[in-house]
């Protein structure tokens, strides 16, 4: 029986080839499965040979009904790829025509990049309602890259279906061209998603409107949409750094500390000729004076040191230790001469600078100036007597790496006549280390033990085990934000159990209605002191 089934169906197939009757050859087609593997070999032998405009419906009928026969007959999905290759009117013939293997035919003139189906494929878009079809279209003709294609694609931005919208953002993206890019730079809004999807491709298109919409980001309310467009701008490098260099002249405190942020992370020492002119400017902000010296520390060497000595004179102490971060990164002959008379006089000023140099645990410094005799009384008694555990730590090694074995003994006896009796631990996430060595020196002053961390995952996961009396939060950090580091805390402890104040640079709004959801007990801004610290601290008892 299925001998005379498998010889009818052949024969039919045969007579519908001779003949061309595509409609009965579609119908026998559907009973391929049913005759021997010897036999359906031999009618692909067969269908390879005839004509390609019959052919390759019949083929593209067995690939997308028959997947189970094309797994077993790579021949058939070989062949109808041959046979269009050679033959690719056929794909728009047949998308014209609408056949129900049409979602197959639009797939592969963006697979062909067959530039001439665009016409069709724009008609496709235009008049139908199926939204699998019109994602197919749309990601198709992205394929294809034709520009006249750009305001059908971009109609489709704020449809209703998002996978629609997310296709036409992809699509804009790899056709690429200015006006491209324009359509997705309005198209830009309320969407956080959307909007992720577009940074993306401005990340990877890098022309100039790319460029300038992540940098225009960086103003953006959203702290997570400002932190993924920073990360991007730091992928982007060196490509990047001129247009940012013009957010200085800007009068924007926020955008100076998101555009510092992103100039230290690229790294680039193009950045540093426009970075010692805004400090010339003196910016009023001091988190703004703050962020240019640490960047500057992170810079490659620079000429014009005097920029950084001026740094130590800041009425802000948080300042000063930057530049003297900075300082020490640049350390040379011209610095040492202007560090020496700094530090050399009586005065309070001196004793300040002297103090400030200890905190930012600058090696290289303290060794040079031990040979000024104020300032080896001033880091003797300092050392010996206030600083933190770490900080002292630090300094006898430096001593013992560099035979100074009497000054470190001077330092080892004052200690022991004072151990420090710490009080509960402060938890402090902020991804400058700077930073971290201010929040180290003012909880030490407070009495508290500073349990510090750069990078908040591993804060979380510390959170997991221990609990501080207190937790400190940046607000733009990489990967997590301060407000994600809240939410994750929460679920774990209420306010009642962990105060959690949020420490930020920025005074916005919707930042802070976020951090309020999110279950912030306490929010004050940076540049923060012992006495607003503290403030804080009782604002939570």
């Given at each position: 029986m299925n001998h005379i089934k498998s010889e009818h169906i052949i024969k039919e197939l045969l007579f519908n080839i001779k003949h061309k009757d595509l409609i009965k050859a579609r119908l026998v087609i559907e009973h391929i499965e049913m005759i021997s593997s010897t036999e359906q070999r031999r009618l692909l032998y067969e269908l390879n040979k005839c004509d390609d405009d019959f052919a390759v419906p019949l083929l593209a009928i067995m690939t997308v009904t028959k997947k189970n026969l094309v797994s077993k007959h790579p021949a058939i999905k070989e062949a109808l790829l041959d046979k269009i290759l050679m033959n690719p009117q056929i794909l728009i013939t047949e998308i014209k025509n609408r056949t129900p293997e049409l979602i197959l035919y639009i797939q592969l003139v963006g697979d062909f990049n067959i530039d001439s189906a665009v016409p069709a494929l724009i008609d496709v878009i235009t008049e139908s309602q199926n939204e699998v079809i019109l994602e197919k279209t749309i990601l198709s003709l992205g394929e294809i890259g034709c520009q006249e294609s750009v305001n059908n694609i971009s109609n489709f931005l704020r449809h209703k279906n998002q996978k629609l919208v997310f296709g036409a953002v992809?699509?804009?993206?790899?056709?690429?061209?200015?006006?491209?890019?324009?359509?997705?730079?309005?198209?830009?809004?309320?969407?956080?998603?959307?909007?992720?999807?577009?940074?993306?491709?401005?990340?990877?298109?890098?022309?100039?409107?790319?460029?300038?919409?992540?940098?225009?980001?960086?103003?953006?309310?959203?702290?997570?949409?400002?932190?993924?467009?920073?990360?991007?701008?730091?992928?982007?490098?060196?490509?990047?750094?001129?247009?940012?260099?013009?957010?200085?002249?800007?009068?924007?405190?926020?955008?100076?500390?998101?555009?510092?942020?992103?100039?230290?992370?690229?790294?680039?020492?193009?950045?540093?000729?426009?970075?010692r002119k805004f400090i010339l400017s003196e910016p009023k902000d001091p988190n703004v004076r703050f962020l240019a010296y640490e960047t500057?520390?992170?810079?490659?060497?620079?000429?014009?040191?005097?920029?950084?000595?001026?740094?130590?004179?800041?009425?802000?102490?948080?300042?000063?230790?930057?530049?003297?971060?900075?300082?020490?990164?640049?350390?040379?002959?011209?610095?040492?001469?202007?560090?020496?008379?700094?530090?050399?006089?009586?005065?309070?000023?001196?004793?300040?600078?002297?103090?400030?140099?200890?905190?930012?645990?600058?090696?290289?410094?303290?060794?040079?100036?031990?040979?000024?005799p104020q300032f080896k009384k001033i880091f003797v008694d300092y050392v010996g007597n206030q600083v933190y555990i770490d900080t002292r730590k630090f300094y006898i090694k430096v001593l013992d790496k560099n035979n100074q074995a009497e000054i470190r003994d001077d330092i080892l006896k004052l200690?022991?006549?004072?151990?420090?009796?710490?009080?509960?631990?402060?938890?402090?996430?902020?991804?400058?280390?700077?930073?971290?060595?201010?929040?180290?020196?003012?909880?030490?002053?407070?009495?508290?033990?500073?349990?510090?961390?750069?990078?908040?995952?591993?804060?979380?996961?510390?959170?997991?085990?221990?609990?501080?009396?207190?937790?400190?939060?940046?607000?733009?950090?990489?990967?997590?934000?301060?407000?994600?580091?809240?939410?994750?805390?929460?679920?774990?402890?209420?306010?009642?159990?962990?105060?959690?104040?949020?420490?930020?640079?920025?005074?916005?709004?919707?930042?802070?209605?976020?951090?309020?959801?999110?279950?912030?007990?306490?929010?004050?801004?940076?540049?923060?002191?012992?006495?607003?610290?503290?403030?804080?601290?009782?604002?939570?008892?």
């Open positions: 992809l699509a804009l993206g790899k056709i690429g061209t200015s006006t491209a890019m324009q359509r997705l730079a309005e198209r830009l809004g309320d969407d956080e998603r959307v909007n992720v999807q577009i940074l993306n491709v401005f990340a990877h298109v890098q022309d100039q409107i790319s460029l300038q919409k992540l940098n225009e980001t960086l103003q953006y309310h959203s702290a997570h949409l400002r932190n993924y467009a920073l990360s991007k701008l730091i992928k982007i490098g060196s490509k990047a750094i001129p247009m940012l260099l013009e957010n200085f002249k800007q009068n924007d405190p926020d955008l100076h500390i998101h555009t510092l942020t992103v100039l230290g992370n690229i790294g680039d020492e193009s950045a540093t000729l426009a970075l500057l520390q992170k810079l490659p060497k620079f000429k014009g040191s005097y920029v950084l000595a001026n740094g130590l004179s800041d009425p802000d102490n948080n300042v000063r230790l930057a530049a003297a971060r900075a300082i020490e990164k640049n350390y040379n002959d011209i610095l040492s001469t202007g560090m020496k008379n700094l530090v050399s006089g009586d005065d309070e000023e001196s004793k300040n600078i002297s103090k400030v140099i200890i905190d930012a645990q600058t090696g290289k410094i303290c060794l040079d100036l031990l040979s000024i200690s022991g006549k004072k151990p420090q009796k710490l009080k509960k631990q402060v938890c402090a996430v902020d991804d400058s280390g700077m930073i971290l060595k201010i929040y180290q020196k003012v909880l030490h002053g407070l009495g508290y033990e500073p349990v510090l961390f750069q990078k908040p995952e591993k804060a979380l996961k510390w959170l997991e085990s221990n609990k501080p009396a207190i937790l400190c939060t940046d607000l733009n950090m990489p990967n997590i934000t301060g407000i994600e580091v809240i939410e994750r805390t929460r679920i774990k402890y209420s306010k009642k159990d962990l105060p959690i104040i949020l420490v930020t640079t920025q005074n916005e709004l919707t930042d802070n209605d976020a951090a309020k959801n999110a279950g912030v007990t306490e929010i004050i801004n940076k540049p923060f002191t012992s006495e607003k610290l503290k403030a804080a601290f009782d604002r939570t008892r």
